[in-house]
């Protein structure tokens, strides 16, 4: 019997086998039918009940079985599940159109939308049938049939291509290693750094030293390795991901991807996907989200170009370079930053041993939001890294279980992630629990050391811990609208606050402790911490309004059509947040995943806005106390248990008394 179509709790990951995926998906897919059968078929007249409600409870043994397939195509591949992927998500697609384009169906999610002034709505239904409603017709429900044939091209189309993007990026990282075998092209490099390298190339029967394209290997050699030469090749190699003259080439898919995606927007009856994707978001139109970042990077820019100068002037007299290029910026930043505030991050690490941040992550939450975290053997996992651990409030009333995977694998993309394998909901009168993870990319143990993280991880922790919070949390009626289901650029406010409490004394000596000593951090080196936060954060801020308007530059300027080459484009776009020389076998956007495999299209401004609602959220703890009760409830009961329930500048301002401003930002960054 397939496990997957068993019934289960959590998901039951060592009876599953390659083999369940593709039958379990293909009776899912049926199941979720059959449910939108009964709504279409039921003989009584709509109401909010028997069609918005029932419809928002279907597809549910279909939605736990495509999280964890996703969730492991994400976090434990092989060429076998990729292959399902490929195989799978055009019948996925084809589902959710078929199931968007039901006429019977939307006639009657279309009839209840029709009567809702009528219906008496608390405001979490009314945002249930009103996004459900849109899903429609956002959709192409109000298409007529040749229409209709058209969108349904353009998704599976869609589908493939934004797989077969990342796919590329996948290989071509993995397909990447420096050999060195000469220790003298060490110079430079921390200890823990070599010896990382030298059990990856002993993993790969090699002698010496293998870096790779995967974080704690890239960025380390990027900031520290003496060799110019070396970090030059590498960063080139690192550059031109997916832009080589191979078979992972995504020019032409980013070209059909923008294209599709332009043409789709036109179809129903939007200017530009921008348009399209903006309608739903805090920020409501593209002219807001290009007036946002042009009043930040005009504030940004003179100070980035200020730091830059500096940073130039401060690398020609230590080395004699002339010209600064993009693989000398983390390595004479580095240097800079030690000489300014003597903080050197290898003497940092020894405080941020992972099972300390962990626990002291899980204080935070204790103190601010009364949760408590059992590490459990009881549930099954994917992998023998992952923790997993049961959630309950100070009452013991269970709140979540929690499942957190710390280091690299080859089956693992890069970087960080929250996810979850359930959401939250009510049903029957029922409050189920939801099932949230966190995927992250950690340097791992070795033979003579714990984990020991570098600031910048840790910071990475507590930000994905904040989304996982944002699940846990979750207090709605309807699934669809729990957790971090909200408008893109609301979801990282979660995320983001949570960070802020990595730079405060009090939070810091709760678990910032020497992995061999069990001294506190020295508060010396607090105080560092703190003063170089906003250290290049010109620069930093213009890197990530450049991402920002490259993205709108894609999907919210004139018909794409004319596009022909992907480079000379993004050239275009960069042009006015350009600090460091171009390099000509350089492309950002051929690995640009968060845009074109991921959900950020017209939406990489998020991360600024949600810097700006942060700031400013924090700004309100900052002035009552970073542990203060109070606000802490505040922000449980009006953010984070809320989901998408209502309309998130609502649901800001009842938590702050008013609307976000960016003073708070720009204060903190140091550029006001």
Known sequence: MNPLLQDFNTPPFSKITNADFKPAIEEGIKIAKSEIDAIVNNSEDSTFKNTTV?????????????????????????????????????????????????EALFKRVKTVYNTKNSLNLSPEQTMLLEKQYKSFA??????????????????????KLSLQFGENVLAETNAFEMHLTNENDLSGLPESVKEAA????????????????????????????????????????????????????????????????YKRANLLGYKTHAHFVLEERMAETPDKVLSFSNDLLAKAKPAAQREFTNLETYAKKLDGIDQLQKWDGAYYSEKLKKELFSLDQELLKPYFKLENVIDGVFEIASRLFDLQFEEI??????????????????????????????????????????????????????????????????????????????????????????????????????????????????????????????????????????????????MEYVKKIKESASFHEGMQTLRQLSFGLLDMQWHGGESPEKITSVKEFESKAFADTQLYPDVAENCMSTAFSHIFQGGYSAGYYSYKWAEVLDADAFEYFLEEGIFNKEVADKFKDNVLSKGGTEKPMELYKRFRGKEPKPDALLKRAGLL
């Open 54 to 102: 029932a419809l928002d409870f279907t597809g549910e043994k279909l939605n736990k079985i495509t999280s964890i397939f996703f969730n492991l195509n994400s976090a434990e591949t092989n060429d076998e599940i990729q292959e399902i992927a490929k195989e799978v998500s055009p019948w996925l697609s084809e589902f959710s159109n078929d199931m968007i384009l039901n």
């Open 198 to 261: 030298k059990e990856v190339a002993k993993s790969k029967e090699k002698e010496g030293w293998v870096f790779t394209l995967d974080y704690p290997s890239y960025i380390p050699f990027m900031t520290y390795a003496d060799n110019r030469e070396l970090r030059k090749s590498f960063a080139i190699s690192a550059g031109k991901k997916a832009f080589q003259d191979n078979k992972y080439n995504n020019e032409q898919i980013v070209l059909d991807i923008v294209k599709l995606r």
């Open 138 to 159: 956002r959709n192409g429900a109000n298409l007529n049939d040749t229409d209709k044939i058209e969108l349904r091209k353009i998704d599976a189309a869609l589908s």
């Open 377 to 522: 053997t009881s549930i099954d996992k994917y992998h023998e890294d992952v923790k997993t651990y049961s959630v309950t409030d100070v009452k013991g009333n269970f709140i979540s279980h929690f499942y957190a995977d710390f280091h690299p694998r080859p089956g693992k993309r890069n970087g960080a992630w929250m996810t979850s394998y359930k959401s939250q909901q009510i049903k029957n009168e029922i409050n189920e629990r939801p099932q949230v993870s966190i995927v992250c990319n950690f340097t791992k143990p070795t033979e003579t050391k714990p984990s020991l993280l570098t600031f910048n991880e840790v910071t990475t922790l507590f930000h994905e811990f904040g989304h996982a919070l944002h699940g846990m949390l979750a207090n709605t009626t309807y699934n669809s609208l729990s957790g971090t289901s909200v408008s893109w650029d609301f979801v990282e406010l979660p995320s983001q606050v949570l960070e802020n409490w990595c730079y405060e004394k009090e939070a810091l000596e709760l678990f910032a402790k020497h992995y061999e000593t069990g001294e506190t951090i020295p």
